[in-house]
């Protein structure tokens, strides 16, 4: 297993950060990295992801694993790459992404919904797939996908909370992203970023207890 996907494995969740603060990234990352989420994706419509994908990876090294989301095109992907990502997820399926990304050796993830869509992206080179938006379809479709396509590495993203990633995990997720539901920016906002600790611990508690039950 590639080495970056193997790091995203190990957390077993991915923070999504849409749209944070210049002046609150490192301290939500951080307080992320001390709940035991150490993956994050800076989403590529947030205001100058490049160089906060740059702050990251300056300031935790091999600490946290970085990458980008959202990435739509080809130009996207090679952009945020050079500043330092490490994987590049996509809400929807792009061929030329997943090129770019296997040109440059990034791990990378094209967004499906359909066991379709999920082989025509492996087909193309994706190292996994991104089952979104989740919450519409729940884990039981994530575990049909999972029966004839065990092979292809999914992970949920859109409403996977604390309540039901437990669920994702057990239906076959090797990983599961969370946005809102495990970054709270009011907390950031009021400098209590404990909370996002407590919140990082509870989302990695439930995927951890749910492998082992597995």
Same mark, same amino acid.
Request: charged share 25%; net charge negative.
């Given at each position: 297993m590639n080495e !970056? =996907?193997?790091?995203?494995? &190990? %957390?077993?969740?991915?923070?999504?950060?849409?749209?944070?603060?210049? &002046?609150? =990234?490192?301290?939500? #990352?951080?307080? =992320?990295?001390?709940g035991g989420v150490t993956a994050v994706?800076? %989403?590529?419509? %947030? +205001?100058?992801?490049a160089g906060k994908l740059g702050e990251v #990876?300056?300031?935790? $090294?091999?600490?946290? *694993? *970085?990458? !980008?989301? #959202?990435?739509? &095109?080809?130009?996207?992907?090679? #952009? !945020?790459?050079?500043?330092?990502?490490?994987?590049?997820?996509? +809400?929807s399926l792009h061929e030329d992404v997943i090129e770019t990304?296997?040109? @440059? /050796?990034a791990v990378t993830a094209p967004g499906v919904m359909t066991p379709t869509e999920a082989i025509r992206g492996y087909e193309a080179g994706a190292d996994f797939v991104k089952v979104f938006p989740a919450k519409t379809v729940g884990p039981a479709h994530l575990g049909a996908m999972k029966g004839p396509l065990g092979q292809i590495p999914m992970m949920p993203t859109g409403g996977v909370s604390p309540d039901n990633? /437990? &669920? @994702?995990?057990?239906?076959?997720?090797?990983?599961? /992203?969370? $946005? /809102?539901? =495990?970054?709270? @920016?009011?907390?950031?906002?009021? $400098?209590? @970023?404990e909370t996002i600790t407590e919140t990082a611990r509870e989302f990695t508690r439930v995927v951890e207890e749910a492998r082992t039950d597995g």
């Open positions: !970056t =996907l193997s790091r995203l494995a &190990d %957390t077993g969740v991915v923070a999504v950060l849409r749209g944070v603060e210049a &002046d609150q =990234l490192i301290e939500i #990352t951080e307080a =992320l990295r001390e994706e800076i %989403t590529a419509d %947030t +205001p100058d992801v #990876t300056g300031s935790f $090294g091999d600490e946290v *694993v *970085v990458g !980008t989301g #959202t990435v739509l &095109d080809s130009e996207t992907a090679r #952009t !945020t790459l050079m500043a330092g990502a490490e994987f590049v997820v996509s +809400p990304c296997n040109r @440059y /050796g990633a /437990g &669920d @994702y995990v057990e239906a076959g997720a090797f990983a599961v /992203g969370a $946005g /809102g539901a =495990l970054v709270d @920016y009011d907390a950031a906002d009021r $400098g209590d @970023y």
